[in-house]
Each structure stands twice: as C-alpha cells, then as structure tokens.
C-alpha cells in the first residue's frame, strides 16, 4: 500500500486506456504519455496492462508502508526517495516508511509535463470496462472514479516474479531515442481529416507551417491550441459525430482544440486533421506554455510510426532482459 | 557465424575477463559461460587499474566499466552531471551512467571517498574492465 501525501490536484490511477467501449460512448482514458507507462512497467517487469499514478501537478509526495519496487518515468523531476536521488527514467527499492517526492519539472534538456509512478505488481483498483484508468467525466475507473486526495491509499496487485531491473537502471527517454523536432519545436504527424479541405489553403498551409503554442485552457480532455486563425472556405454547421484523441477541431474562432485522453467520445466541430496514435505521448507531455508544430503524414506513414514505437519498445524490454539476467548470474 | 571462430571467442572473452557472452543472428544462438572466479586479469594497460581496483586489496580507487557502452557522465534530460571532481560520493551512488542501445547502465560507486577525476570522457564508447571514474580518500 501507499499513502499519498500531497495535495496534488489532477492526480490521477491510469492504465494503457479503456478500449473498445467508444461504442456505448465510454471514451478511453488511459495515460497521456503511454510510452512513459509502458517504460515503468517494462523496468519493473510488470504486464503490459499495469496501472500506475500520473502525476502533473507539483510537488507529489507518497509513503510506501510496505517494501516495493517502484519505477518513475516522464517528465523530469526533482525526484527523491528519503532524500536519496532518483534517476530519471528508472526503477528502485523502496522500504517500508520510505517516502516518494517529486519536485517541481524543471530541465533545459527536456522537461515533459507528466510524471508516472509505477509500482511492482501495478495500483490494484477494480477493473471498469476492461480498464483501470481513471475516467473523470464518467467518474469511473481508478479509485472511485475521481482523482487522488490527500490520505487515500492505494493497494499494489502481486508482483508477477518477473525480474526488476536493478536500482538505477535507466531508459534513454522516447524523446532522444525517438526525437521529433521541427524548427526547435517538439512535433506531432497527423492525418488531414473530414473537414481539411474545406478550411482556406492558407489555413491548410499554416496548419504544417506555423507554431501552435498549448494555452492554460488544456488538460487530459484536449489541448487549445493558439496560433494563426484557420479559416473554413465556408461556415460549416456538422451534426455531432464519432471522435477520438488526436483530433483536432477547429471551432468558430478559428483556434484548434486537440482531443486528448479524456475526450467526449462525439462532438460536432469540423475537424482540420488528426494526430497520429503514435505521436499522442509528445503531446501529452507538452508543457503548457509551450509551443509545437504539425507535420502532415498519411495513413502508411502512420503506421509505420506505430511500428517503429513497438519496436523501440522490443529494444528496451530485449535489453532490460539481459541486464536483468546478468545483474541475475553476477 | 563459422562453428570453427568459438574457440577464438572463447579466449577473447578470457582475456578479457568476461563471465558471459551471447550472440543471437538469424539462425542461431550461441551462449558461452565461464566461472567467475575463474576469470583472468584483463591484459594490457587497464590491468594495473583492475588489480587496484579488486575489493579484497583494499580500498578500490577505481570504477570501472562493467559492460561495453557510452559512458555518459549526465543523465540525457539532465544537463548536470551526476558527480564532479571534489564532490564526496556514497558507496553504491551513481558516478556515471553506460548506454547500452537503449537502456542506460548506473555506474556504481565502489566505496564512500571524493571524486578525484572523471577518467572516461563523456560520450566515449568504453570496453568491460575500462576505468571510468576515479576516487581519492
């Protein structure tokens, strides 16, 4: 168990995401860096479907009143566990009465928003719809379908006896491994949507070619975006349809909202283009204030990327296991 | 992958001290185990450091490389490095980090002591035996 001791808003229990439920209009929730709880997981030798805390407002502090083996991974934190420094990016012991904090993001190098603590054997909360993650709008998922408060404690699932990575090991974060940068700025591919071709080719041009700064007014439902005015050919008016994260609609103020984990799982804005599945984790771990930029992709370069971020993700677990296995036979 | 190089692999990984080697290519796997303590001095120059660096002489004034990587001296999202000359470490603290493709291997302080000198300079590709970071009382 855990005792969390902070009072962090918008701390939330997220797993991969709740998928296959977009159908009765239950949206996926799940971890905005998913790549970041992939890594926690993998370091710990936890399955896949581990459900860890995420963590975007600073300080966080935590007490283990047990012994376990946790991870943390994402953004870049001062992160300490009585007193003693945590690399970033990788897994330790902790005591029972040991206590997790994490200071405030700060790094020249690469900052990120979210953090995730993951823990040996995942945060055992119940499972809603296939999933643990917490859904806030629907108030299900994670524990009691709201986001952590001071004094809650959260229970650990049973350590499934997969080798741990020893304390210190570390992953070169998705972001050097798996860079994408555009003019300076972090960038995201997407898809051109419904809608793309009936916003003005200036509009269409200034979508790839412009920065989009991520305003105060974003979080886990959708990112608003600030930056040129896209203009529509033609005022459109569309009845409310199916969307999912990474789509982006442009409202009448011309201003992009990009959907995110949380997403209504319908809306009725045009949408100009759709960022990519594989590209969400950047997003995710963009630092309001920010800025970032598109690039224009098609479906096969889409899928190429979802490939190459399972094959990185083959690497780490490929070159944990023999890190493993010789921290095993040494 | 000749069955006949084995042997040659056999002595390299001898000489150089090297309780494991594994090779996986697209039809075969091989796996080569030596005892521990059976294992020789690794030759050459970085001997002498090995010999200072063996707990049961004493104080080991030398990290050295427990695996062929970059030896980086910062975190990659960090721009400090994770020690500096003068600066007292604890045993068991990260002096350094190797990378391993994509994964990064801590470099573990032998023993409580000051940071004398940061020997590997950051970003070099370092061997098993290599000296990293050495250490003064």
């Known amino acids: ?330 | 992958m000749k069955i006949s190089d084995i042997p040659q692999i056999a002595a390299w990984i001898s000489e150089a001290g090297i309780a494991t080697y594994e090779l996986t290519g697209p039809d075969y796997r091989i796996c080569l185990r030596r005892s521990v303590k059976a294992r020789s001095r690794r030759a050459g120059s970085a001997g002498s450091v090995r010999d200072a660096a063996v707990p049961a002489r004493g104080q080991p004034d030398v990290a050295l490389s427990l695996s062929v990587g970059l030896f980086l001296h910062a975190h990659p999202v960090q721009e400090a490095a994770l020690v500096e000359p003068n600066e007292p470490v604890a045993a068991g603290q990260p002096l350094g980090l190797l990378q391993v493709g994509p994964i990064l291997l801590p470099v573990l302080s032998p023993r409580d002591g000051i940071v004398a000198s940061i020997i590997a300079p950051d970003r070099s590709l370092v061997g098993y035996g290599d000296p990293l970071v050495a250490l003064k009382p």
């Not at chain 1, 994490?102 to 603590?117: C, F, K, N, P, Q």
């Not at chain 1, 300076?184 to 793309?196: F, I, N, S, T």
Request: with cysteine; glycine share 12%; aromatic share 6%.
């Open chain 1, 1 to 330: 168990m855990m005792e969390i001791l902070s009072k962090s808003a918008l701390t939330t229990i997220q797993d991969r995401g709740r998928f296959g439920a977009l159908k009765w209009g239950v949206g996926t929730a799940g971890a905005m860096d998913g790549l970041a709880l992939a890594c926690g997981n993998l370091l710990l030798g936890n399955s896949e479907d581990a459900a860890a805390i995420e963590i975007q407002v600073f300080p966080f502090e935590a007490r283990f009143d047990c012994e376990a083996e946790i991870a943390l991974t994402g953004a870049t934190c001062e992160a300490s566990i009585d007193g003693k420094v945590i690399l970033p990016w990788s897994s330790i012991q902790a005591k029972a009465g040991s206590v997790l904090r994490l200071g405030l993001t700060r790094s020249a190098r690469w900052r990120g928003s979210r953090a995730y603590v993951c823990v040996a054997g995942g945060i055992d909360v119940p499972i809603v719809l296939g999933s643990r993650s917490t859904q806030l709008r629907g108030a299900i998922g994670g524990l009691e379908g709201r986001a952590l408060q001071q004094g809650d404690r959260l229970p650990f699932g049973q350590p499934n006896g997969a080798r741990r990575a020893s304390d210190g090991t570390s992953i070169v974060p998705p972001s050097f491994a798996l860079p994408l940068i555009v003019d300076g700025l972090p960038a995201a591919r997407v898809l051109p949507a419904a809608e793309y071709h009936c916003f003005k080719p200036e509009s269409q041009s200034d979508l790839w070619l412009k920065p989009w700064k991520v305003t105060p007014q974003s979080d886990r439902y959708g990112y608003r975006l600030s930056g040129s005015v896209l203009e529509p050919v033609a005022p459109m008016e569309l009845r409310s349809h199916g969307i999912v994260p990474g789509v982006i609609q442009v409202p009448h103020g011309g201003q992009p909202i990009v959907q995110m984990c949380d997403a209504q799982p319908s809306g009725g804005y045009p949408k100009i283009g759709t960022v990519i599945e594989a590209d969400l984790w950047r997003l995710g771990q963009a630092p309001i204030g920010s800025s970032i930029r598109f690039i224009e992709t098609d479906w096969d370069g889409a899928l190429h990327a979802l490939d190459e971020v399972s094959r990185w993700l083959s690497e780490v677990a490929r070159c944990l296991d023999l890190a493993k296995a010789r921290k095993a036979s040494s």
